[in-house]
């Protein structure tokens, strides 16, 4: 049922939650379409909260579509409203605000959250997490000239929110529980160019540390205490290490979950009226043949399309290489595909110059690209991975040979 009098009812306006409202459009939906979020501004972008927006201090997040476009767009927004419970078999759910709507179609797109750190000081006054604008907003009021910022985690937020705190003149130490930064995410080769820049920044960093605790001054964070004995005194923390899909409504409603809402490639669950997208969705990966949740932009877009064209009737969108970005100083970082069950590692260019790219291989065949300010290794790298072509490992490592011609 894709008429109008159809009704999508999405729960999250997110990235993947607002898009999805938006292409439903743009596919000719003619339905009804209500877009509810729990917090209380109207989809925005994510990525520039550890990055640019709290870098530069622009005054509001910048937002995914013009405040205008839903109404002029026939979507019911409703910020600051939670979803509470779904009854899948009389098709409603339950808001916080008592109100009970059915659905011909629902979409799940309620994200991720922060992981807590379950230790002593965890509910001290300045320790905080980043996730939404109102988290980035505390954040940015933490830093500043002199600030002593410690950042729990050496992942991608954890690092980007260090050189935005260092290029506003906070003082920052990076602990983390790895041997090495960015360990869930990245080849050793490129954690190592990350900690020497980093380290180049004046970043501090604790490795191979534990976290055992928070020390407090009349309700306020002052330091952390590792598990040697050691205190780092502090300001402010920041707790950066990873996110759990908030898929509880969808489990406790009887679809099959595993940190995540297990979806096909429709974006559909086992539930034949209920998509499940973005952060929250546990996704099958054709071209590395497994199931995997992924948390970001590209792939919340991704799957909006595909929910958004099986509900209209539409062809499904082509499978799409999966992608991700990261910008720290002056290094961005494109990282294409997933380096699963991979034999090699090969790296193109010299590190040294900050401007290179890292391939994994499964034999000849290329599965993921980390490229560092390298935009055409990591386009021409991503070809590869999607075309599954055999390479030839010499030319691959020749920067000399252009991957255009590798890729062709
Ligand atoms: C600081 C930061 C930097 C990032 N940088 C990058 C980057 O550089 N590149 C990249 O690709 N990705 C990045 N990401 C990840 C990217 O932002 C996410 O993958 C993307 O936002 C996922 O979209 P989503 O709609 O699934 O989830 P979200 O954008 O988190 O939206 C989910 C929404 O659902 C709401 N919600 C949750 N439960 C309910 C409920 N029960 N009822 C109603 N509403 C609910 C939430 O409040 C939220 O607004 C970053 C994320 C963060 C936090």
Redesign the pocket.
């Known amino acids: 049922m894709s008429g109008p009098d159809a009704h999508v009812l999405i ?7 607002g898009t999805a409202a938006a292409l439903l459009r743009q596919y000719g939906f003619a339905g009804a379409i209500t877009l ?4 209380p501004v109207a989809p925005y972008h ?2 520039p ?2 990055k640019a927006w709290l870098r530069d201090g622009a005054a509001a997040p910048l937002p995914l579509k013009p405040a205008e476009f839903y109404a002029a767009n026939g979507i019911d927004f409703r910020p600051g ?3 509470e419970k779904l009854d899948r078999p009389a098709r409603m759910v339950t808001l916080s605000t008592g109100e009970v709507l059915t659905y011909h179609f629902l979409i799940i ?4 959250r922060p992981i807590k750190l379950p230790v002593a000081g965890s509910d001290l006054e300045g320790v905080l997490e ?2 939404t604008a109102a988290d980035a907003e505390r954040l940015r009021a933490a830093l500043g000239a002199g600030r002593r910022l410690a950042v729990i985690g050496g992942g991608y ?1 954890g690092l980007e929110v260090a050189a935005s705190a260092r290029a506003l003149g906070a003082e920052v130490t990076v602990i983390e529980r790895e041997a090495r930064l960015l360990a869930r995410v990245a080849c050793p080769e490129l954690s190592a160019v990350f900690l020497d820049y980093h380290c180049k920044q004046g970043v501090g960093f604790e490795l191979a540390a534990t976290v055992s605790g928070f020390e407090g001054q009349d309700g306020r964070v002052s330091g952390v205490r590792l598990d040697d004995g050691r205190t780092i005194a502090c300001d402010a923390v920041l707790i950066g290490v990873g996110a759990a899909p ?1 898929d509880e ?1 969808a489990r406790d409603a009887g679809l099959d979950t595993a940190c995540g809402v297990i979806v096909d490639l429709e974006a559909r669950t086992a539930d034949p009226a209920i998509f499940a997208i ?3 969705a546990l996704r099958p990966m054709p071209i590395y043949d497994r199931m995997f949740r992924m ?6 877009l991704e799957q909006a399309r595909q929910a958004a064209s099986a509900i209209v009737g539409r062809a499904p969108p082509p499978g799409e290489v999966p992608w ?3 910008d720290q100083y002056d290094l961005k970082l494109q990282i294409a595909g997933y380096a699963f069950d991979v034999d090699r590692v090969l790296l193109r260019g010299d590190p040294a110059t900050a401007r290179f790219a890292i391939f994994h291989l499964k034999g000849d065949q290329v599965q993921c690209v980390e490229a560092l300010n390298s935009p055409q290794d990591f386009i021409f790298g991503k070809q590869l991975i999607a075309s599954r072509k055999s390479v030839d490992l010499g030319k691959l490592g020749d920067p000399a040979i252009a991957l255009k011609e590798i890729a062709a």
Do not use: K
């Not at 509810?36 to 917090?39: A, K, N």
């Open positions: 729960l999250g306006a997110g990235h993947a939650g509810v979020g729990e917090e994510r990525p909260l550890s409203i939670r979803a797109a309620t994200g991720a980043l996730r937020i908030n409504l973005g952060d929250v948390e970001s932009v590209p792939n919340a991700q970005w990261s």
